[in-house]
Nanobody, 121 residues
């Protein structure tokens, strides 16, 4: 397993969670990375992308609430999720690829296992 995601859990609407994705030095020194999520009965969707140099891009549903970041020296990527809503419920995956276009096309080479996020009152 080249990437491992953690930090999911059950929270109430309005609360926060921080997800962490850890991986190899090669991934963090050479690849763009992203977070995706898949809600029950829905297709997997892109959440946010971050380049090797920490340039970021967010999908509209999470803009202003989520923050993607990475610490290449410590081989970790994060997703800070604030003001969570039930619509944020799903399995969250981290992924990496040398080519950013493949991250945006939901076809990266390297996937981590998912971590479940449940937002419920």
């Amino acid at each position: 397993v080249q990437l491992q995601a953690s930090g999911g859990g059950v929270v109430a609407p309005g609360e926060s969670l921080r997800l962490t994705c850890r991986g190899s030095e090669n991934i963090f020194s050479t690849m763009g990375m992203a977070w995706y999520r898949q809600a029950p009965g829905k297709q997997r969707e892109l959440v946010a992308v971050i380049t090797v140099n920490s340039i970021t891009n967010y999908e509209r549903p999470v803009t202003g609430r989520f923050t993607i970041s990475r610490d290449n020296a410590n081989t970790a990527m994060y997703l800070q999720m604030n003001m969570l809503t039930p619509e944020d419920t799903g399995v969250y995956y981290c992924a990496a690829d040398p080519q950013l276009i493949r991250l945006f096309r939901l076809s990266p080479d390297v996937w981590g296992q998912g971590t479940q996020v449940t937002v419920s009152s």
